[in-house]
C-alpha cells in the first residue's frame, strides 16, 4: 500500500503507543513529541535521559560504552585496557570507524590493538585487581606508553575492584601516568553518563599536566570532534588554510600530549555537545576559556563555524583567509549540490542516532533537497533537543545524581579569561552565542516527530507509515530497515563511507545519500516471511 502523502504526526504517535501497556504507554508518549516551534523559538518538552524500560528494544549503548569507547577510544598513544570479560574490550574496538594519523610511523600508535585483562571466573570470584596490575605492568613493559586508562566494565563493579587504587598505585611504580575510570555498564541510563565519566577523569587527570601547548595567534580547541571515517582530517585541514592553530581535540586523532596542554587555547569549539560539554564548561570555569558550539557538518554550517571562530578573533586577515577558504570549497560543493539536487528533491529521511548527529546531518539533507520527517537522539538530554536554555529547568533523577559532578573553580595560577564579560556580550550580539546551544526540535519544521531512544516496535511503524526514502540508524538496526525495502545509512560509522564533515564530506554524503536513494535494490527486496507460505523458522515453547 502506497504511504499516505502527509501521514497525520497525532494519529502516528496514537498508533505507536497502543500496544503498550497503560504505564509504559504514558512514559513513552512523553518521549514522542510532535515538533512545533513557537515564538524565541519555544518548543515543546520532551522527556529524555531516563531510563528504558526493561522489556523494549532499545538502540542505545552502555556507560562503558561511552567513556572506553567513544571518548577515550580515538586516542592513539594511551594504552586503553579494559579490566572485563573480553567482549567490553573486543566490542567497543574500532567499530565506529575513529580514524587516527600518527605524524610518523615511529609514533606511538594503539589503536590497532585491544588491551583487556581477560576477565575470567576465577577473577570474578577471588577478584581481579592482580590481574589488572599485572595486565598494566605488562602493557608497560611492551610498549613503554606515556598513559594506560583502565576502564571498569559491569563485573568489576559487581565484585568491587578499586580500579582507582590500583591505577594510582601503578602510576607511582611506572611513574607515567595511570588513571582509571568506573564507568561500569550500568552505572547510567545510557552511554551519556559514560561520556560524564570520561569528561571527569581527562580533567582530574590529564588536562592541565603541560603548559607547553603549541604556539600561534589563532589557537582553538575542538571538543567533541572524533575523527569518524577521517572527518577530523577534513576539519583539520580547513583550519590550517585558514590560519587557525589547532591545539587539542577531544579526542579524534588526537593525543595525551594535546589532552594535557587543552587549557592552551584561547577558544573552545563545540561539535558533539552531548559527549563534551562538561569538559568545555569545566575549561572555561578553570581556565578561563570561552567556548562556542560549531558544527562542522553541512556546507552552511562549515562556513558559519569558520566566520564564527574569525569573530572571535576579530581579525580582519583572519577574516579574509576563511573567506578565501570557503570560496575556494564552494564551487565543488555547488555542482555537486545541482546535480544530486535533481534526483533528492522532495525525498524524505528519518534519522535515530546517538546525541548530536540526528540533529547535524538534517542540515545535509536538507542542502540537497530533502525533507526529515522523523528524527531522535538515543541518549541526549532535554537541552540537546530543546536548547540549553532550558537547562535550569532539568530536573535531576537518582540516576544522573550517581554521576559525579565536579566542583571546578579558578585556577589559582593559571585562570586567565580570554575575554571580557563585556568582550562576550558584544560577540553575542555578533551572533556568537557564546556557551549557547539552540538545540535541535527549534531546527525542526512543525509536525515532525521527535522520538527519544526510540523502540524497535516504534522504528518499524514509522518506516511502514513513512516510509522514507532512507533510514540513518546504526548497525542494529540497519539489517531490520533494509529488510522493509529501505536502505540504511549507519551515521555511527558511516558504513565504508567518510568523511562526511567540512565542504568535500558533504560532496561524500550527497552523492552517498543519492546512490542509496536512487538504488532500486530495496525495493525489489522480498523478506522470505513474504514470499513463502510456510513459516521460515519455527519455535515451540520449551516449558510449559
Ligand atoms: Fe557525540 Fe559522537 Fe554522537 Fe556520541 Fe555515539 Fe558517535 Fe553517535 Mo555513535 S560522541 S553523541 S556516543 S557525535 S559513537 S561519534 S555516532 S552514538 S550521534
Not at 542542502?367 to 522523523?374: L, Q
Given at each position: ?81 579494559t579490566h572485563g570479560p573480553i567482549g567490553c574490550g573486543f566490542y567497543s574496538w574500532l567499530t565506529r570507524r575513529n580514524q587516527t594519523r ?12 585491544c588491551f583487556s585483562t581477560d576477565m575470567q571466573d576465577e577473577q570474578i570470584i577471588f577478584g581481579g585487581e592482580k590481574k589488572l596490575r ?411
Amino acid at each position: 500500500m502506497p504511504a499516505p502523502e502527509k501521514p497525520d504526526p497525532a494519529a502516528v504517535k496514537a498508533q505507536l503507543l497502543k500496544v503498550y501497556p497503560p504505564k509504559l504507554a504514558r512514559k513513552r508518549s512523553e518521549q514522542i513529541v510532535i515538533n512545533t516551534v513557537g515564538q524565541d523559538e519555544a518548543v515543546p518538552e520532551i522527556k529524555a535521559n531516563v531510563r528504558t524500560t526493561p522489556g523494549i528494544i532499545t538502540q542505545r549503548g552502555c556507560t562503558y560504552a561511552g567513556c572506553k569507547g567513544v571518548v577515550l577510544g580515538p586516542t592513539r598513544d594511551i594504552v586503553n585496557i579494559t579490566h572485563g570479560p573480553i567482549g567490553c574490550g573486543f566490542y567497543s574496538w574500532l567499530t565506529r570507524r575513529n580514524q587516527t594519523r600518527p605524524p610518523t610511523s615511529e609514533d606511538d600508535n594503539f589503536m590497532p590493538y585491544c588491551f583487556s585483562t581477560d576477565m575470567q571466573d576465577e577473577q570474578i570470584i577471588f577478584g581481579g585487581e592482580k590481574k589488572l596490575r599485572a595486565a598494566i605492568q605488562e602493557a608497560f613493559d611492551l610498549f613503554h606508553p606515556k598513559a594506560i586508562a583502565v576502564f571498569a566494565t559491569c563485573p568489576v563493579g559487581l565484585i568491587g575492584d578499586d580500579v582507582h587504587a590500583v591505577t594510582r598505585d601503578m602510576k607511582e611504580k611506572l611513574g607515567i601516568n595511570v588513571f582509571g575510570f568506573s564507568c561500569e555498564g550500568y552505572r547510567g541510563v545510557s552511554q551519556s553518563a559514560g561520556h560524564h565519566i570520561a569528561n571527569n577523569g581527562l580533567f582530574k587527570h590529564v588536562i592541565g599536566r603541560n603548559d607547553e601547548g603549541p604556539a600561534g595567534r589563532f589557537k582553538v580547541g575542538m571538543l567533541g570532534e572524533y575523527n569518524i571515517g577521517g572527518d577530523a582530517f577534513v576539519i583539520e585541514d580547513l583550519l590550517t588554510r585558514c590560519g587557525i592553530t589547532l591545539v587539542s581535540t577531544f579526542s579524534g586523532n588526537s593525543t595525551i600530549d594535546a589532552f594535557e596542554w587543552a587549557h592552551t587555547a584561547d577558544l573552545n569549539c563545540v561539535m558533539c555537545h552531548r559527549s563534551i560539554n562538561y569538559v568545555a564548561d569545566m575549561l572555561e570555569k578553570r581556565f578561563g576559556i570561552p567556548w562556542i558550539k560549531v558544527n562542522f557538518v553541512g556546507v552552511s554550517a562549515t562556513a558559519k563555524a569558520l566566520r564564527k571562530i574569525a569573530t572571535y578573533f576579530g581579525d580582519a586577515d583572519l577574516a579574509s583567509r576563511v573567506e578565501a577558504v570557503i570560496a575556494e570549497e564552494m564551487p565543488a560543493v555547488l555542482a555537486a549540490q545541482a546535480e544530486v539536487r535533481a534526483r533528492c528533491e522532495g525525498k524524505t529521511a528519518m534519522l535515530f542516532v546517538g546525541g548530536s548527529r540526528a540533529h547535524h546531518y538534517q542540515e545535509l539533507f536538507a542542502e540537497i533537497g530533502m525533507k526529515t520527517v522523523a528524527a531522535g537522539y538515543e541518549f541526549a538530554h532535554r537541552d540537546d533537543y530543546e536548547g540549553r536554555k532550558v537547562l535550569p529547568d532539568i530536573t535531576i533523577d537518582a540516576d544522573s545524581r550517581n554521576i559525579e559532578e565536579l566542583k571546578v573553580g579558578p585556577d589559582e595560577t593559571r585562570y586567565a579569561p580570554r575575554r571580557t564579560a563585556e568582550e562576550l556580550l558584544k560577540l553575542d550580539a555578533n551572533g556568537l552565542e557564546v556557551r549557547g546551544y539552540r538545540g535541535m526540535m527549534p531546527e525542526m519544521p512543525p509536525e515532525t516527530l521527535v522520538v527519544d531512544d526510540i523502540s524497535h516496535w516504534e522504528t518499524e511503524e514509522l518506516i511502514r507509515v513513512y516510509k522514507p526514502a532512507v533510514f540513518c540508524a546504526g548497525i542494529k538496526e540497519k539489517y531490520a530497515v533494509q529488510k522493509m525495502g529501505v536502505p540504511c545509512k549507519q551515521l555511527h560509522s558511516y558504513d565504508y563511507g567518510g568523511p562526511y564533515a567540512g565542504f568535500k564530506g558533504a560532496i561524500n554524503f550527497y552523492h552517498d545519500i543519492d546512490e542509496m536513494v536512487g538504488a532500486k535494490a530495496w525495493s525489489y527486496l522480498r523478506p522470505p516471511w513474504e514470499t513463502s507460505a510456510q513459516p521460515t523458522l519455527e519455535a515451540e515453547f520449551v516449558r510449559k
